[in-house]
């Protein structure tokens, strides 16, 4: 494999202003991340406290092997919605080593409104069995949440995406043989009762635990009886007579320390074994990358220098180096799982976007992950490349990405707009993880573009009906408010916030989150048996 020359003067000052400026994102990202983490209420940490509960972030450190990364999901989920502070959508979820065996975990934080369920809240349970599903995860469930967040529940109940479909999902991976493990250390009320119900194992915490359809205020307006959560559906309950739950912990410690016990007793992962290589550093300090990246989306960079602070080595054997010039494609490896990477370098043309067709069939064929570095403004547009077919090329690359059925893999690095956002594998292509940097924006134009194209469909209709053209201070009115709301809606936090990505991370660290994002993928095996494409357009 040829190693990357990197051309990069650390020394310029065009380095100097870009390495300032994602250091200042970089430091808002840790800063959202430690509020998310946090910034709960006394209140709330008084009473999980005097019930002998432990906070959400212990029950992990318990949970979790000593010295293991956890691959958090959706860690920004909900900021700045709701109230403010429903901070990560009510739940903490992620990939992390039980036992020695990646695992994905779900589990309520209790100190946010009791751990009830916002619609984005269930929103992240469903991406969570997702990624389960995707990937063959064993699931564990924490469980502490006073179920719906009432004031809400009509967005959260009824609809084919909403809390229903977490119960489906379920069963559906309790028949493709995922493990599913529950720990009742808080409520499970009405349709939260079905998470423990539909595990395959359940432990529950004598005194804090409680499993019900209906909790004691319900039981008491509905029938007059009155009845303690524990007496409702403790552990005694529930471990002693109906057999709902299985396993009788004595608290938060004993219940994780039984849930690992349960872990270490599955089946050993059948995990997917690639042409490994043996794992090597980049040449080059990926901190370098904050200076690499143009502080201004729109001033290009080489997209070679990001991956040679990214892949093993730096060594990259680029494929078609000659030809579609701005679309990098190449073979390389990330902690020694070999990858095929695709990385923007410019507007995608016919020529780019046919080499990358072309490289997306080869790595599925040999069973590579691929992973998509995505910086694109789109496809190429105009009279002259309408008449190359560009419509019908970027189809191909669309259609190839689409129906690919290796591991593929995002990071937003910078634009993502239009269609470029789909031919680069965006969420709508199945990438079995999305990461976005904290310089990205994403939309279907820039807001300047979309602002103009609505002053000229105005323009065009005042010319049909013979009347002048709009004035400059008309033309501001209809401009300005969509500049404003692109600008907020393009945000990486805002993307987050919606769960359109699974997280915003740190530049430097794109290598680390990629290969442990790689490494969750081989759970399952690395392609469907059945290969082949759709039609493409010729
Ligand atoms: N919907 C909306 N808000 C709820 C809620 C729900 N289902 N359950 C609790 N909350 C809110 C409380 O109003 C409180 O808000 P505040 O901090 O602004 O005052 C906060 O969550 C914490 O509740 P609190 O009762 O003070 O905490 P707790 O730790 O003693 O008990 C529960 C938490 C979840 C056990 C308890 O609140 C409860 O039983 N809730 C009702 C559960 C239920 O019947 N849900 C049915 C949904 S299908």
Same mark, same amino acid.
């Given at each position: ?6 051309? $990069? ?12 400026? !994602? ?87 209790? !100190? ?26 064993? %699931?564990?469930?924490? $469980? ?28 559906? !991976? ?142 990259? %054997? ?7 010039? %701005? ?82 893999? %995002? ?128």
């Amino acid at each position: 494999m040829s190693i990357i020359e990197s051309r $990069i003067d650390v020394g310029a000052e065009e380095y100097r202003q870009n390495f300032e400026k !994602m250091s200042s994102l970089v430091a808002d990202l840790k800063d959202a991340l430690k509020q998310a983490r946090e910034e709960r209420s006394d209140k709330a940490r008084q009473r999980v406290a005097e019930v002998g509960k432990l906070p959400v972030r212990e029950r992990l450190d318990l949970l979790l092997d000593r010295n293991t990364p956890f691959l958090e999901i959706g860690a920004l989920a909900a900021k700045d919605m709701y109230d403010g502070k429903v901070h990560g959508a009510g739940s903490v979820i992620g990939i992390g080593v039980v036992e020695g065996r990646e695992v994905i975990v779900n589990a309520n934080d209790p !100190m946010i409104k009791g751990g009830t369920i916002y619609p984005l809240g269930v929103k992240k349970s469903l991406r969570a069995q997702k990624i389960a599903m995707e990937n063959r995860l064993p %699931t564990i469930y924490l $469980i502490d949440s006073g179920g719906a967040f009432l004031p809400m529940q009509s967005e959260i109940f009824p609809d084919e995406d909403d809390g229903g479909r977490i119960f489906y999902n379920q069963a559906v !991976m309790s028949k493709m043989g995922i493990p599913q493990i529950a720990a009742v250390m808080g409520l499970c009320t009405a349709g939260g009762a079905y998470i423990p119900a539909m595990s395959d194992e359940v432990v529950h915490v004598r005194g804090t635990g409680a499993i019900f359809l209906g909790g004691p205020p319900l039981v008491l307006a509905a029938t007059g009886e009155e009845v303690t959560a524990d007496e409702l559906g403790g552990a005694d309950v529930h471990c002693r007579e109906s057999g709902v739950s299985d396993y009788f912990a004595d608290d938060d410690p004993h219940a994780i320390a039984i849930v690992r016990e349960l872990v270490r007793n599955l089946p050993a992962a059948d995990k997917t074994r690639l042409s490994m290589r043996e794992p090597r550093p980049p040449r080059y300090d990926p901190t370098e990358i904050y200076g690499i990246v143009s502080r201004d989306l729109k001033t290009p960079y080489d997209v070679r220098e990001i991956i040679a602070r990214i892949v093993d080595d730096s060594a990259f %054997t680029e494929f078609k180096a000659l030809y579609g010039a %701005t679309l990098v494609c190449g073979f390389a490896h990330i902690h020694g799982h070999p990858v095929g990477i695709l990385g923007n370098n410019g507007i995608l043309f016919s020529d780019s976007a046919l080499k990358a067709t072309q490289f997306i069939q080869l790595c599925d064929r040999r069973r590579i992950p691929l992973v998509f570095l995505q910086n694109i403004n789109g496809y190429i547009i105009g009279r002259e490349y309408e008449r190359l077919g560009i419509t019908k090329d970027g189809h191909k690359m669309v259609n190839a990405v689409s129906t690919a059925t290796v591991p593929k893999f %995002t990071v937003m690095t910078g634009a993502s707009f239009g269609a470029g956002n789909y031919g680069m594998c965006g969420r709508a292509y199945g990438p079995r993880f999305l990461w976005t940097w904290p310089n990205a924006e994403i939309g279907v134009m820039g807001g300047e573009q979309a602002a103009d194209v609505l002053v000229t469909v105005k323009n065009d209709q005042l010319a049909r009906a013979g009347s002048p053209p709009m004035s400059a201070e008309e033309v501001d009115a209809i401009k300005a408010p969509i500049v404003e709301a692109a600008h907020k809606e393009s945000n990486a936090y805002y993307s987050t916030a919606n769960l359109w990505d699974d997280g915003i991370i740190d530049p430097a660290q794109t290598r680390n989150v990629l290969g442990l994002s790689i490494s969750a993928a081989l759970n399952a095996p690395i392609r469907d048996d059945v290969a082949g494409f759709g039609i493409f357009r010729m």
